[in-house]
């Protein structure tokens, strides 16, 4: 088990800037970037940070999700964003991973993994960073897993999972679902064992997203609870009573919740989210261990920062994920002067030297 984890090395926003300005000026620090290189405003951003900092000291492997038959701009914006990436690291490789299949299957998480395989991080890189921030979940969860993995048995090599997070930006991004909601790529729910097994469904709330739950519900099947996920404080303090108001005849109607069984955890910190969905879990166990074998199925679908606590949870506790993969998306452009609330940036540590007076992780998590 991650027994650092609960309260491990976290910055947020300017503490950020400050911890890569400081950490990283160790010229003997070399560090490996894994980034998204599409359409989203935020691509650039930590890149952009890390290359001021390590300059050429910094390689990096840039993932572009291709997806069936994208607009001209979504694509235009994609290229702007892979060409201002390449120039920030030249020492960089461009992936292009084809999310679906021929016959439509989502398989985007099995074929990043696989065109990385061959890919060896070399000797000399002390940091790998994940930059989570507009990598899709089917694609994401996975990258996050090997890595954190391959990290965790090299020595001396430390993984960092990086967020930019901006829900009003999250509500200019429309996505068109697919029709086939399946688990991601490495976690699918485990065999049940002698005890029948009660299913714990945890669905991220997000606006705009009630089919796409809708169908991930669905394709769960039957649960013992459905705990929706609320983002609670948030950079809106209405957000969570929104969402309520506009999931209001799913979560009575159909979803049948208990007001008790909502879950909240902060908009801003995934480390708020992944306490809480680890407490979650060690009550279902201590309350059903003698009856059910408990399984908590998430559902991230909005805000990053939720998602990365969702995956933290996922990693750690063997959590199913189901979700349901994008087919494409719109992005509404917004008038500078219409501008929101600023991106937040978070940081993490999640292993490496720094925690060598943890003990090791087991073997099976």
């Known amino acids: 088990m991650r027994s650092h984890w609960s309260n491990c090395i976290a910055n947020f926003d300017n503490e950020v800037d400050d911890f890569v300005a ?6 003997q620090r070399r560090v490996l970037l894994v980034a998204a290189a599409g359409f989203d405003p935020r691509s650039r951003r930590i890149a952009a940070l890390l290359s001021g900092a390590l300059g050429d000291r910094l390689s990096a492997v840039y993932i572009r999700e291709e997806r069936p038959r994208p607009s001209e701009a979504l694509v235009r914006r994609g290229d702007e964003n892979e060409a201002a990436l390449q120039a920030l690291t ?20 099995t074929r990043v993994i696989a065109a990385l395989v061959d890919y060896d991080v070399p000797e000399d890189v002390t940091d790998v960073v994940l930059d989570f921030s507009a990598l899709s979940t089917g694609i994401g969860f996975p990258l996050a897993k090997i890595l954190l993995e391959d990290c965790e048995a090299a020595t001396g090599r430390a993984f960092h999972l990086m967020v930019v997070s901006n829900p009003e930006t999250d509500d200019r991004i429309s996505s068109v679902p697919s029709s086939r909601p399946s688990p991601v790529r490495g976690f699918a729910p485990l065999a049940g064992g002698d005890r029948k097994v009660a299913q714990i469904w945890i669905p ?34 209405r957000r969570a009573d929104d969402l309520l108001s506009e999931y209001q005849s799913a979560l009575v109607d159909e979803w ?15 480390l708020d989210c992944f306490r809480t969905l680890s407490l979650l879990k060690t009550r279902f166990d201590r309350t059903m261990q003698d009856s059910y074998e408990p399984r908590l199925v998430l559902s991230p ?24 993969e994008t087919e494409g998306y719109t992005f509404e452009d917004i008038a500078p002067e219409r501008a929101a609330a600023p991106d937040q940036t978070v940081h993490l540590i999640l292993s490496g030297p720094l925690y060598a007076s943890y003990p090791a992780p087991h073997p099976t998590a």
């Open 90 to 109: 030249p020492n960089c490789r461009i992936v292009k991973v084809d999310v679906f299949a021929d016959d439509g299957a989502p398989v985007g998480g």
């Open 301 to 324: 679908v909005g805000s990053k920062v939720l998602a990365a606590g969702a995956l933290l949870a996922a990693i750690e506790h063997e959590m199913a994920v189901h979700y349901l």
């Open 256 to 270: 049948l919740v208990d007001p008790r069984d909502v879950v909240y955890a902060s908009e801003r910190n995934p």
């Open 204 to 237: 991220q709330l997000a606006h705009g997203k009630m089919g796409t739950l809708a169908q991930i519900g669905v394709a769960v099947g039957e649960c013992y609870k459905i705990c929706p996920l609320l983002p609670f404080p948030a950079s809106n303090p």
């Open 22 to 27: 400081d950490y990283f000026a160790d010229p």
